[in-house]
């Protein structure tokens, strides 16, 4: 067994450092947690003849988006309503590497249930590492090489917390060897070698107040590196050595559902929630200390889409299902679309975005203020599409209910 595990180590470095020029997407919307691809050469004008299906990977049901190394693709499913499943297979032809999985499930309540109860946070990968949160508040740490375990935690051992009702939903953060995550009625730092505790900040009460749907980011406000965490209660900026809020403002939203990542412009962060509208806040230090002040607010409502950032303009998917194209400087909308699917994730190349739809339909349209500018549409799957999708180099990754399909551009 070692002498294989040594093998496979070999072969994986090997093969690590002839990809190692390889774009990845190693987290919640990409490396920057921004969707915005970077060095990129600009993508065709259409979809239809220009995306070559590379191949597909069956799966069972999940909504965590693929993570994307230099040469593998990680994938999470739930099988059986019993157990949880991480994959991961040949970036090139889909050809499965190695698997793990463990016991984990869970019945969502109200009206997520319609939509099922799989596996829902995206994991992060350090280049070593891969950090998959499980349902049931256990977060599994692999090692990329082989798919053994490295270590675990369970945070409702750990807490005596009682877990989420809405399942580990946060997507982690990686940043300087820590990771960051929102579980358990509270943030918490740990370290990406060890998955010690580093610490455990804005705890907050349990029951339905004891999950969180919104991710984190990293962002410099008034001057200073700090983590930007919306909880179900509050958005907040935290410093990252010490965990103590820096700042905090309430955020009303029904049923406490504020599930979008923050959107970091400048000193200002935009956030939108259901039954609340959405917020542009600007932050700001001084002699008298930290402080956050309401710089407009509008009725637009987003719900479980979070946003991209073009140029001077906010990409907002809505509650409505109607995309709507924002003024970041006072709210108001420079247009909106018809109804679309009841999702979108976003990728940001330049001036156009790629976007997939819940239906099941890869959107490719350009940034534009005074109009919705669509490209072209492709159906690309008749199951519905809740993953974020994924883009590295030439190559676009969508996680369908049921499969992976891997396109290239064919440049």
Same mark, same amino acid.
């Given at each position: 067994?070692?002498?294989?595990?040594?093998?496979?180590?070999?072969?994986?470095?090997?093969?690590?450092?002839?990809?190692?020029?390889?774009?990845?997407?190693?987290?919640?919307?990409?490396?920057?947690?921004?969707?915005?691809?970077?060095?990129?050469?600009?993508?065709?004008?259409?979809?239809?003849?220009?995306?070559?299906?590379?191949?597909?990977?069956?799966?069972?049901?999940?909504?965590?988006?693929?993570?994307?190394?230099?040469?593998?693709?990680?994938?999470?499913?739930?099988?059986?309503?019993?157990?949880?499943?991480?994959?991961? *297979? $040949?970036?090139? /032809? #889909? &050809? +499965? @590497? %190695?698997?793990?999985?463990?016991?984990?499930?869970?019945?969502?309540?109200?009206?997520?249930?319609?939509?099922?109860?799989?596996?829902?946070?995206?994991?992060?990968?350090?280049?070593?590492?891969?950090?998959?949160?499980?349902?049931?508040?256990?977060?599994?740490?692999?090692?990329?090489?082989?798919?053994?375990?490295?270590?675990?935690?369970?945070?409702?051992?750990?807490?005596?917390?009682?877990?989420?009702?809405?399942?580990?939903?946060?997507?982690?953060?990686?940043?300087?060897?820590?990771?960051?995550?929102?579980?358990?009625?509270?943030?918490?730092?740990?370290?990406?070698?060890?998955?010690?505790?580093?610490?455990?900040?804005?705890?907050?009460?349990?029951?339905?107040?004891?999950?969180?749907?919104?991710?984190?980011?990293?962002?410099?406000?008034?001057?200073?590196?700090?983590?930007?965490?919306?909880?179900?209660?509050?958005?907040?900026? *935290? $410093?990252?050595? /010490? #965990? &103590? +809020? @820096? %700042?905090?403002?309430?955020?009303?939203?029904?049923?406490?559902?504020?599930?979008?990542?923050?959107?970091?412009?400048?000193?200002?962060?935009?956030?939108?929630?259901?039954?609340?509208?959405?917020?542009?806040?600007?932050?700001?230090?001084?002699?008298?200390?930290?402080?956050?002040?309401?710089?407009?607010?509008?009725?637009?409502?987003?719900?479980?889409?979070?946003?991209?950032?073009?140029?001077?303009?906010?990409?907002?998917?809505?509650?409505?299902?109607?995309?709507?194209?924002?003024?970041?400087?006072?709210?108001?909308?420079?247009?909106?679309?018809?109804?679309?699917?009841?999702?979108?994730?976003?990728?940001?190349?330049?001036?156009?975005?790629?976007?997939?739809?819940?239906?099941?339909?890869?959107?490719?349209?350009?940034?534009?203020?005074?109009?919705?500018?669509?490209?072209?549409?492709?159906?690309?799957?008749?199951?519905?599409?809740?993953?974020?999708?994924?883009?590295?180099? +030439?190559?676009?990754?969508?996680?369908?209910?049921?499969?992976?399909?891997?396109?290239?551009?064919?440049?």
């Amino acid at each position: 067994m070692i002498a294989r595990v040594g093998l496979v180590a070999i072969l994986f470095t090997t093969s690590f450092s002839a990809a190692a020029d390889k774009s990845q997407w190693m987290q919640w919307r990409g490396n920057s947690r921004t969707c915005q691809i970077e060095g990129a050469a600009g993508w065709p004008e259409k979809l239809s003849g220009s995306l070559k299906e590379m191949y597909r990977v069956p799966l069972g049901p999940g909504y965590s988006g693929p993570i994307v190394s230099a040469d593998r693709v990680f994938l999470t499913e739930t099988v059986n309503k019993e157990k949880e499943v991480t994959r991961a *297979v $040949d970036r090139a /032809s #889909g &050809k +499965e @590497l %190695w698997k793990i999985e463990w016991e984990g499930a869970m019945s969502v309540p109200f009206f997520a249930a319609s939509n099922g109860s799989w596996i829902r946070a995206t994991p992060a990968f350090d280049g070593e590492r891969l950090f998959v949160p499980g349902m049931l508040d256990v977060l599994v740490a692999i090692n990329a090489a082989d798919g053994s375990e490295a270590w675990r935690q369970d945070f409702r051992q750990l807490f005596k917390t009682s877990g989420q009702s809405f399942g580990f939903v946060c997507s982690p953060l990686i940043d300087a060897g820590a990771l960051y995550v929102q579980t358990s009625g509270g943030l918490v730092k740990m370290s990406c070698e060890t998955g010690e505790i580093i610490w455990r900040s804005l705890n907050e009460a349990g029951g339905m107040m004891g999950g969180a749907f919104s991710s984190p980011m990293i962002g410099e406000l008034a001057g200073t590196r700090q983590l930007i965490v919306q909880t179900r209660a509050k958005l907040c900026g *935290v $410093d990252l050595e /010490s #965990g &103590k +809020e @820096l %700042w905090s403002m309430a955020i009303a939203s029904f049923r406490d559902m504020n599930i979008l990542t923050p959107t970091i412009i400048g000193d200002r962060i935009f956030t939108s929630c259901y039954g609340g509208g959405a917020h542009m806040y600007e932050v700001t230090n001084s002699s008298q200390g930290w402080a956050i002040k309401e710089i407009w607010k509008n009725t637009t409502e987003a719900y479980m889409s979070s946003p991209v950032v073009v140029g001077d303009a906010i990409y907002l998917h809505l509650r409505n299902q109607r995309l709507a194209c924002l003024n970041p400087t006072n709210g108001e909308p420079f247009w909106r679309t018809t109804p679309f699917g009841k999702y979108w994730s976003m990728a940001v190349n330049g001036d156009q975005v790629l976007a997939l739809d819940e239906t099941g339909d890869l959107i490719l349209f350009k940034a534009n203020q005074q109009e919705f500018q669509l490209s072209d549409r492709l159906h690309v799957s008749d199951a519905s599409a809740w993953a974020h999708l994924a883009i590295a180099d +030439e190559q676009v990754f969508v996680r369908a209910l049921d499969e992976l399909i891997v396109y290239s551009w064919g440049q």
